[in-house]
């Protein structure tokens, strides 16, 4: 099985149970995912950091852009393993979440993926195609946004189903990839 490291940083609690539901669809598609806060990384996280094929990055969008707490996990890196080249060629990919369903969560996302051109990783996007086009499925990848994932606030701390299935699937492809190029 190939190491999947979905690092988040939760916030409100969305992105937690976003985190967990790209888990369960990654591990359905064949891979081995490590859930990974980066609010309180340690020796062990770093290690896994260095040891899987493909690292996921989970921020909810605050204020358009990146939160603080995710920025500073973002920035950590850039001491030796951005240097050193340590992710280079590791499969990338990124999930933001917001109060409203556009939300300017693009450009989290673009800010992820950037991040991860900047370390020399490959990046892999969503794939999921919902309504209007096919519209048997209604709120699957609901915001159109296909850099990666990106899904609404949870409610009442649970994510809608379209959100929970377009993660799962997330988590499919990645492992997918991760499988395929890993």
Known sequence: MSK????YWGGSGTITLVARAIA????????????VDVSDLGAVDWALLEEAGAILMG????????????KAFMDTSGET???????????????????????????TLQALSVFAAQH?????????IGAPVFPERVGLN??????????????????????????????????GALNRWG
């Open 59 to 70: 921020s909810p969008t605050y204020m358009g852009g990146v939160a603080a707490g995710f």
């Open 120 to 128: 020399a990783m490959l990046w892999v996007g969503q794939e999921a």
């Open 81 to 107: 393993i951005w240097s050193e080249r340590r992710w280079k060629d590791k499969l990338a990919g990124g999930f933001t979440c917001g109060i409203q369903q556009a939300g300017d969560k693009l450009a």
């Open 142 to 175: 609901s915001s159109g946004t296909f850099l990666g994932l990106a899904v609404e606030r949870a409610l009442d701390g649970q994510l809608s189903a379209g959100c929970d299935a377009s993660a799962r699937l997330y988590g499919a492809r990645v492992a």
């Open 24 to 35: 369960g669809g990654a591990a359905e598609a064949g891979a081995e995912p490590y859930l």
């Open 4 to 7: 999947l490291a979905i690092t």
